[in-house]
């Protein structure tokens, strides 16, 4: 028999747990743990066994010849997308849905889509998961005042957290379940059925799917859903985020294994970039140069994975979705500023939309109207399906990387940034903004990576040739943080958590070995996440 161990209520959320776990719901999450615990732990070995064959040879990834039958064969096509996917020009990203006010004010806007996420920019404290999945749950069944049906509020992308991920708060058998099953699970099963009579979902983002084998677990998962909740099989959409180098490899490999479930993929640059440092950081060759001066779209390595991402899905039926804007816009509409924010993002979402993409996500709710005006002037229909880039990428354009070196000042952003996502999490939040932009664990991501690259590889500043050493990156961690005190004037309490969060980057970027996400790091290394809050 199976043994259910979950935690106390969140203080402050004693109904809104007891209106989730219920007993059938507990019973509904018990059976999909149990029936799918092996698998996770199989791909999570894959992953590792992956990663220590490419270290022991010394290879390179490449597109598997085993299977070229299915990347041959042209006849196969992915299942259409139901109607409210088919026009997706502009989400909202980021939108961590424990954030009642904001998760509402995407729901009132313009947008096609609000990509509801429990993953890049959410903090899962058992706290901000139940209060997220209870939003969600609130929105679906009209129950919010002012919010609009959701037959007619702009669609729910549903991102629960990835592999990587466990939940602390519930143990099936002695053992914490995998983070991705709680979400989904609970999500599923409250608001599946209605989704779907609603023709407004059950839609999904899949993060950090690394090869065919997880799409094939995650199909896998949706039919054993669908059954069980008696809807109709390819009922369940996914996007799948390729945010792996790996998984750039085996995109079509991806969309076949989900092809009744697939909505399509996504291409986003940092969580991407990151997975260069995450696979082969200790390879000076795949040094990656100052994020903040030498990398972006418009680069070789970027633009040939955004290239075979948009080729990849429109030969085979499906969308494929750009990253997300995540410059935010000042008030004052008349100041410099203000157009040079909006003639930047113009500039970066005109390049995707001319390399063919279905749409993309911003964060500034603002933002929305301007880009879906972008869109609109520059295609006609719905979506850009019919536009197939002429390429033929080889291995060689996914892994050039870009020429460039290290400037003071992207060593000292990255520390910045990799500081106060940290410090974000020990607030129980996933997201913050810093110098007119939203980080999130993807920034956090490439900045933790980068510096420990550079420390790694002694690498040399381009401003006055010093070499950025353990002690340099100490340093300049020490007078980040003063900066940060006197930007916010920080009090006692606020600066205890800035040092403790400085004492743990330092921790994460001088290990021996490089931890493969910064979330896991801190969800499992340091237990202040398995709290209430």
Not at 88 to 98: E, K, S
Not at 121 to 129: A, H
Not at 144 to 156: D, E, Q, Y
Not at 322 to 345: C, F, R, T
Request: contains cysteine.
């Amino acid at each position: 028999m199976d043994k259910v161990d979950l935690s106390h209520p969140p203080p402050g959320l004693e109904s809104e747990f007891h209106t989730l776990l219920t007993p059938d719901a507990i019973q509904f999450l018990v059976e999909l743990t149990c029936a799918f615990n092996e698998d996770v732990d199989k791909i999570l070995w894959h992953r590792i066994s992956r990663k220590v064959q490419l270290d022991l040879t010394n290879n390179y990834p490449d597109f598997a010849l085993e299977n070229s039958r299915i990347r041959n064969d042209l006849s196969w096509k992915v299942s259409p997308v139901p109607r409210r996917l088919e026009k997706r020009h502009v989400d909202i990203g980021d939108t961590a849905p424990c954030k009642t006010e904001r998760f509402h004010k995407a729901l009132l806007s313009s947008a096609q889509g609000v990509q509801v996420d429990f993953d890049d920019g959410n903090c899962p404290t058992f706290f901000n998961q139940i209060k997220g999945i209870f939003n969600i749950y609130q929105v679906v069944y009209d129950k919010v005042p002012g919010i609009p049906p959701i037959s007619k509020a702009p669609v729910l992308m549903l991102r629960p957290r990835a592999w990587n991920m466990v939940e602390h708060n519930m143990l099936v058998n002695g053992r914490e379940i995998p983070g991705p099953l709680f979400d989904y699970g609970l999500l599923m099963f409250h608001t599946g059925r209605r989704l779907y009579e609603s023709e407004s979902g059950p839609f999904f983002y899949l993060s950090k799917v690394e090869s065919l084998l997880e799409a094939r677990l995650w199909n896998k998962i949706f039919v054993w859903t669908e059954e069980k909740l008696q809807l109709p099989i390819g009922s369940i959409k996914a996007t799948v985020l390729i945010e792996s180098v790996l998984a750039a490899f085996e995109m079509e490999e991806i969309l076949y294994e989900l092809k009744e479930h697939s909505a399509g993929l996504n291409c986003g640059i940092w969580d991407y970039a990151a997975s260069f440092v995450n696979k082969f950081g200790h390879r000076l060759e795949f040094l990656l140069p100052d994020r903040s001066k030498y990398v972006n779209m418009e680069k070789l390595f970027l633009k040939s994975y955004m290239d075979l991402l948009v080729q990849t899905c429109h030969r085979r039926g499906a969308l494929a979705t750009g990253g997300m804007a995540a410059l935010l816009l000042p008030e004052n509409k008349e100041s410099e500023e203000y157009q040079s924010i909006m003639e930047a993002v113009t500039r970066l979402k005109l390049f995707e939309i001319k390399a063919g993409v279905d749409g993309f996500m911003v964060y500034d709710i603002d933002l929305v109207a301007p880009m879906q005006e972008l869109f609109q002037a520059q295609t006609k229909g719905p979506n850009q399906l019919h536009v197939i880039p002429d390429v033929s990428i080889s291995r060689s354009d996914l892994l050039a990387m870009p020429a460039g070196g290290v400037t003071l000042y992207g060593l000292k952003y990255n520390i910045a940034v990799g500081i106060q996502f940290i410090e974000a999490w020990l607030k129980g939040e996933g997201h913050f903004f810093y110098c007119g932009k939203v980080e999130d664990s993807a920034t956090a991501e490439i900045s933790r990576s980068q510096v420990w690259q550079w420390i790694r590889h002694q690498v040399k500043l381009e401003d006055d040739n010093r070499t950025v050493t353990r002690s340099l990156v100490h340093d300049l961690t020490n007078e980040v943080v003063l900066q940060l005190e006197e930007a916010v004037g920080a009090s006692e309490r606020e600066k205890r958590r800035l040092h403790a969060a400085a004492e743990i980057f330092l921790e994460i970027v001088q290990k021996r070995d490089f931890p493969e996400f910064i979330t896991t790091y801190l969800n499992l290394e340091h237990m202040f996440l398995c709290g209430n809050h």
